[in-house]
Structure formats: C-alpha cells, structure tokens
C-alpha cells in the first residue's frame, strides 16, 4: 500500500473515501518512574519513542487494512494527531483518503 501526504486526486484515480486508525499507548510504571528520573537531567526519552513509534506502526497497519477492504491502492492526504488520554497514555490517529487507480 502507498501511502502520500499529497492532498490532490490523481488524475487517473478514483476516490473511495477515508480511512483511519488509532491506538492508545501507555508505558508502564517502572518505564514511567524511570523516564521522569531522566526528565530531571535532560535528554532524549527513548523508551517514550519507541512508545509513539509503536504506536504509530500500529495505527497506520489499521488504516492500511481499512483502505485495503475498501479494495484501494494507495491513500492520499495521510496526516497523524496525536492526543494525551491520561498521564501515562497518549493516542496515536492517522487518517487519509483511500484512492484507486481507474481500470
């Protein structure tokens, strides 16, 4: 599945409608102990990374799958948001326009 940030049709392309997926990630409490001992010093918070790159793999094999059902090659217009649930948990939403290429 191709996925664009490109906003407009292409020409021979048909639009199928949108697509979306999401998630909600949250990190355990000794992650979370230990990523606000980091906090005080500074610096990268790996474990809080590779939590949102998880969570983005995640959501974005659903959208694919979505538009996949649809019967679409491609999605276009994809854009992530993300949203803090509670403390220790954030979502994760992309969502596009599910595209096919015209016979």
Same mark, same amino acid.
């Given at each position: 599945?191709?996925?664009?940030?490109?906003?407009?049709?292409?020409?021979?392309?048909?639009?199928?409608?949108? =697509?979306?997926?999401?998630?909600?990630?949250?990190?355990?409490?000794?992650?979370?102990?230990?990523?606000?001992?980091?906090?005080? =010093?500074?610096?990268?918070?790996?474990?809080?990374?590779?939590?949102?790159?998880?969570?983005?793999?995640?959501?974005?094999?659903?959208?694919?799958?979505?538009?996949?059902?649809?019967?679409?090659?491609?999605?276009?217009?994809?854009?992530?948001?993300?949203?803090?649930?509670?403390?220790?948990?954030?979502? =994760?939403?992309?969502?596009?326009?599910?595209?096919?290429?015209?016979?």
């Amino acid at each position: 599945m191709e996925l664009y940030t490109i906003e407009t049709l292409p020409n021979n392309c048909e639009p199928l409608g949108i =697509v979306c997926g999401s998630t909600i990630q949250s990190k355990n409490f000794v992650s979370d102990f230990g990523q606000g001992l980091k906090s005080i =010093v500074g610096g990268e918070l790996k474990s809080y990374n590779e939590m949102m790159e998880k969570a983005r793999n995640k959501a974005t094999n659903r959208m694919i799958e979505q538009a996949e059902k649809m019967g679409a090659d491609a999605v276009i217009g994809v854009r992530y948001a993300t949203s803090a649930i509670m403390a220790q948990a954030a979502e =994760v939403l992309v969502y596009g326009t599910a595209i096919r290429k015209k016979a």
